[in-house]
């Protein structure tokens, strides 16, 4: 029995891209992973607009929370950390692999490019499993 892979998606405010990569790993890999998510400077919130996409699909994003990176220290180390095209507003975590993703932050978009956003994060994590 292989063990769990743990990740950790990073964005700055924890609300829409870093929160949606974590439902896709725990919608994708299932039992084999453990996610997690947080924000180098977190909102607070979980955008309406993130829990309306990932409802579309089945998914209660409603019960996730905006969390800083502090509050996730605690499960690293992490196989790997994935940063949203945060730069240099994410810290260093520890960790086997950091991949960052150029993922255009959605949080103003209207709901059909939003979904496109959602859709491609979606096909990202995807492809993460895969490589882990």
Not at 4 to 29: D, P, T, Y
Not at 46 to 63: H, T, W
Request: proline content about 7%.
């Amino acid at each position: 029995m292989p063990s769990k892979k743990k990740i950790l998606f990073v964005c700055v405010e924890n609300s829409n891209r870093s929160q949606m990569s974590q439902a896709f790993a725990l919608i994708h890999g299932g039992e084999n992973v453990e996610a997690y998510s947080a924000g180098s400077k977190p909102s607070g919130i979980v955008n309406p607009k993130a829990i309306a996409a990932m409802q579309e699909l089945g998914y209660d994003l409603s019960k996730h929370d905006s969390k800083s990176l502090q509050e996730v220290e605690k499960y690293a180390p992490f196989d790997v950390v994935v940063t949203m095209g945060c730069g240099d507003a994410c810290p260093w975590m520890p960790a086997k692999k950091f991949i960052d993703w150029q993922i255009p932050d959605p949080k103003y978009m209207e709901p059909d490019a939003f979904n496109k956003v959602r859709d491609f994060i979606s096909e990202k994590v995807k492809q993460l499993l895969k490589e882990l």
